[in-house]
């Protein structure tokens, strides 16, 4: 019986985070054995934010050789760039006829880029969310590993896809979400109420690719409160359940058993634990290799070409079908 399918990405505007890292790539790597998996890296979706073009350049294919150093295996993933693959933007025109403004207009997402951007208030900007359904609906995708952030984009295309089932018959398959029960969303460390995006700024989040002593730096400064108790109360102290669930999600242990581990220590000891975790089980090791995958671009560029052939393979039956129930000519 051949196995069911996930799609999943991440937009290559920036150095990626610890957030990506264990709200997605982290899940992504831990699912590859039981599913057929698309990880892809969208392009297209980053430019509905002014992007620099040698800056978005050089993120894509960093982007694939830190999928592969994550542990993503070329081999048995479909690991591509987006724009490789012209039936993401062929579908999502079709989508776009089936998707209303009221409910393209209410997502959280567009509001905060709306006003974090005021002027560049694009169409590509207020229509992401009917290219990411385009993105998951094009492979028949049952699952969807995402961070807490992108719970509403898959809600949305959960109600484009059964709004056009019902029209047109059983023609996508209707994608559940998955994610994380710790890491779904990892917090600023200057700001633990906000979560953590690569769009504000390398200096207020952890990059991937932060030498270990930037990474220590940055949790040494990272906000706390004023008591001295460590327990995870995320309403009450947002800074250090924060910290714990790092930790937490770095050594593969509970919050619970975080919490044993810092009973009766102080503030400074826990934000130095926190950083020597994440860097060793994640920068480093992933630095390691990554270092090495960026040496050989034309490697890269072959992967990236082979693997947008498959998803083509898989998606280009599925967009005919969409077309033949819309009535199109074929
Ligand atoms: N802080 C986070 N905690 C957990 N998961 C997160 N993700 C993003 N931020 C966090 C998850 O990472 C995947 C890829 O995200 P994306 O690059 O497509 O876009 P995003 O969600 O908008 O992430 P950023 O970092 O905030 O990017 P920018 O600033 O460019 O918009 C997704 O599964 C996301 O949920």
Do not use: W
């Given at each position: 019986m051949s196995k069911n399918i996930?799609?999943?990405?991440?937009?290559?505007?920036?150095v990626p985070h610890i957030g990506n890292y264990f709200g997605a790539i982290k899940n992504w790597?831990?699912?590859?054995?039981?599913?057929?998996?698309?990880?892809?890296?969208?392009d297209l979706h980053a430019i509905t934010i002014r992007q620099d073009p040698a800056e978005l350049h050089k993120n894509s294919l960093?982007?694939?050789?830190?999928?592969?150093?994550?542990?993503?295996?070329?081999?048995?993933?479909?690991?591509?760039?987006?724009?490789?693959?012209?039936?993401?933007?062929?579908?999502?025109w079709l989508l776009s006829c089936f998707s209303y403004m009221g409910e393209l207009g209410r997502m959280t997402q567009y509001k905060d880029k709306s006003a974090n951007n005021p002027d560049n208030i694009n169409l590509g900007l207020f229509a992401y969310p009917t290219l990411q359904a385009a993105d998951i609906l094009l492979f028949g995708s049952h699952l969807v590993p995402i961070g807490d952030d992108q719970k509403q984009h898959l809600e949305l295309t959960r109600d484009i896809a059964t709004r056009f089932n019902n029209i047109y018959g059983d023609i996508f398959t209707i994608p559940e979400v998955f994610t994380p029960k710790t890491g779904a969303r990892?917090?600023?460390?200057?700001?633990?109420?906000?979560?953590?995006?690569?769009?504000?700024?390398?200096?207020?989040?952890?990059?991937?690719?932060?030498?270990?002593?930037?990474?220590?730096?940055?949790?040494?400064?990272?906000?706390?409160d004023s008591d001295t108790e460590i327990r995870h109360d995320p309403e009450n102290k947002p800074g250090v359940s924060s910290l714990l669930e790092i930790y937490a999600v770095a050594t593969g242990t509970?919050?619970?058993?975080?919490?044993?581990?810092?009973?009766?220590?102080?503030?400074?000891?826990?934000?130095?634990?926190?950083?020597?975790?994440?860097?060793d089980n994640v920068t480093n090791p992933i630095q390691e290799k990554y270092n090495d995958l960026i040496k050989n671009p034309d490697y890269l560029h072959q992967v990236a070409k082979k693997n947008a052939e498959k998803?083509?393979?898989?998606?280009?039956?599925?967009?005919?079908?969409v077309k033949k129930a819309i009535g199109l000519l074929l």
């Open positions: 996930i799609f999943s990405g991440m937009q290559p505007s920036g790597a831990d699912l590859q054995d039981d599913y057929n998996c698309l990880y892809c890296i969208v960093n982007a694939l050789a830190l999928y592969i150093a994550a542990g993503l295996d070329p081999d048995k993933n479909i690991l591509y760039i987006q724009s490789h693959y012209k039936g993401h933007t062929e579908l999502s990892i917090k600023r460390l200057s700001d633990p109420e906000k979560k953590m995006s690569k769009s504000d700024g390398e200096a207020n989040y952890v990059a991937i690719l932060d030498p270990a002593d930037v990474v220590m730096k940055k949790f040494k400064r990272a906000v706390t509970s919050i619970k058993s975080a919490e044993a581990d810092f009973d009766g220590k102080q503030y400074g000891f826990l934000k130095t634990t926190v950083a020597q975790a994440v860097i998803a083509a393979e898989i998606g280009e039956p599925i967009l005919t079908n």
